[in-house]
C-alpha cells in the first residue's frame, strides 16, 4: 500500500505535463516521455495497490472511492493549469491522508480507529495548506487569509479536544495539534521571524512528521480492541 502511494505521488508530475501539453493541443519530445514515465508509475502504483487489496482483512472500497474522486479533483486542477489553487491542494493532501486507513484497515484495524487516523491527517492538510499559503503570502507581500488561520486552528484544536473527550483519542493528540496551531498562530502574527519560503516548507514536513509519530508512537488514536 505505501508502494502505490509512493508510485501515485511520483506519476503526478509527469502526467500533469503530459496532460497539460495535450490540453493545449501541443506535442513536444518531453510530452512523450512524461506520458510514458506516469503510465509507468501509474502501473507501478495501481499493480501495488491491487496486490494489497488482495491479501486485505476488511473491504476497502468505500476510502478507495475517496481516494479516487479526491485525486482526479487534483489531477483536472493540474492539466487545467489551477494546481496551486486552494481546492487542488487540500484534495490532494487529503487524497494522501487516504492511505491511513487504507492501510490500517488492510492491516485489520478497527473501522473507527483506521478512519480516525485519516482524519487526524486531513485536518492537519487543511490546516497546513492555509496556514503555509498565507505565511508565503506574507514573505512575498501578498495577502495572506489570516482569519481563516486563527478559525482552522482553534477549530482544529477543539476537534482534538473533542476527540479526546469522546475517548476517540488520548492527550498527545490533542498536544500536538496545539503546538500546530501555536506555530500557526505565531507563523501569521507580527512576532513572526522572517524566513525564506523554502524554510517555510522544510518547517512543515517536520510539524507533519510530528504529528504522525505522536499518533503512531504514543498512541495517540485509542483502540477498540
Known amino acids: 500500500m505505501a508502494l502505490g502511494a509512493l508510485g501515485m505521488f511520483l506519476a503526478r508530475q509527469p502526467l500533469k ?37 488482495a491479501g486485505s482483512s476488511k473491504p476497502l472500497w468505500l476510502p478507495l472511492l475517496v481516494l479516487g474522486v479526491l485525486s482526479c479533483i487534483q489531477f483536472g486542477h493540474d492539466v487545467m493549469g489551477r494546481g496551486r489553487s486552494a481546492v487542488p491542494e487540500v484534495a490532494g493532501a487529503c487524497a494522501a491522508a487516504t492511505f491511513a486507513p487504507l492501510i490500517a484497515l488492510a492491516g485489520g484495524v478497527w473501522e473507527r480507529e483506521a478512519w480516525l487516523l485519516g482524519a487526524v491527517l486531513a ?17 512575498r507581500g501578498g495577502s495572506p487569509s489570516v482569519p481563516a488561520v486563527w478559525v482552522l486552528a482553534a477549530g ?10 469522546l475517548g476517540w483519542a488520548r492527550w498527545p493528540l490533542l498536544a500536538a495539534f496545539a503546538v500546530l496551531a501555536g506555530r500557526a498562530l505565531w507563523g501569521v502574527s507580527r512576532w513572526r521571524a522572517e524566513v525564506r519560503p523554502q524554510v517555510v516548507g522544510f518547517q512543515e514536513t517536520g510539524y507533519a512528521l510530528g504529528l504522525v509519530l505522536s499518533t503512531a508512537l504514543f498512541a495517540g488514536i485509542a483502540s477498540s480492541a
Request: with cysteine.
Open 17 to 53: 505535463i503530459a496532460g497539460k501539453d495535450l490540453v493545449q493541443g501541443k506535442r513536444f519530445p518531453r510530452t512523450r516521455w512524461a506520458f510514458g514515465f506516469g503510465v509507468g508509475l501509474l502501473c507501478v502504483a495501481l499493480g501495488a495497490l491491487a496486490f494489497a487489496i
Open 123 to 139: 485536518l492537519h492538510a487543511l490546516l497546513a495548506v492555509v496556514y503555509v499559503s498565507s505565511r508565503l503570502a506574507l514573505v
Open 156 to 165: 482544529a484544536t477543539a476537534l482534538a479536544a473533542a476527540m479526546v473527550a
